[in-house]
């Protein structure tokens, strides 16, 4: 967790080193948050494979694993996307090819399954959302 909090801390106070990472390079970075939250949530690493693949199975370990995922990068808070900050992050950190799509995709999900109380099950019904919007779509 204390890795976590450095390495979110450092691509905050550095964007500008950081804001023309390769996808690549993106993609080592959020290892660490991938590894934190399969462990957290429990989830079969073949289901997390599964979402850049647009498969999203209504499974709650997988559903856990996408909220964690959004809450370590502090764009969910207490279950509601933060878009805000999620747009500011993309305009930060993704390549300049992504991030139209993305801000896109946020904005036009950011109230998805606001009704939906259970936390996990809110964050996933936005990051299925991400998905169907974004062509460019990502996740760890």
């Not at 909220?67 to 950190?93: P, Q, W, Y």
């Amino acid at each position: 967790m204390k890795s976590i909090l450095i390495l979110t801390l450092l691509l905050s106070c550095f964007n500008g080193i950081y804001s023309n990472l390769t996808l690549d390079e993106l993609m080592d970075l959020m290892k660490a948050f991938r590894q934190q939250c399969e462990t957290k949530s429990n989830v079969d690493e073949e289901l997390v494979d599964g979402i850049n693949l647009g498969k999203f199975p209504k499974d709650p370990a997988l559903m856990c694993y996408t909220h964690c995922i959004l809450e370590s990068l502090n764009m969910i808070r207490k279950g509601k996307l933060k878009a805000d900050l999620a747009i500011k992050n993309v305009n930060t950190f993704l390549p300049a090819n992504m991030r139209e799509q993305w801000v896109r995709g946020i904005t036009a999900c950011k109230e998805i399954g606001d009704e939906i109380t259970e936390p996990c099950e809110r964050t996933f019904a936005k990051v299925e959302c991400f998905y169907s919007n974004n062509d460019h779509f990502l996740f760890p």
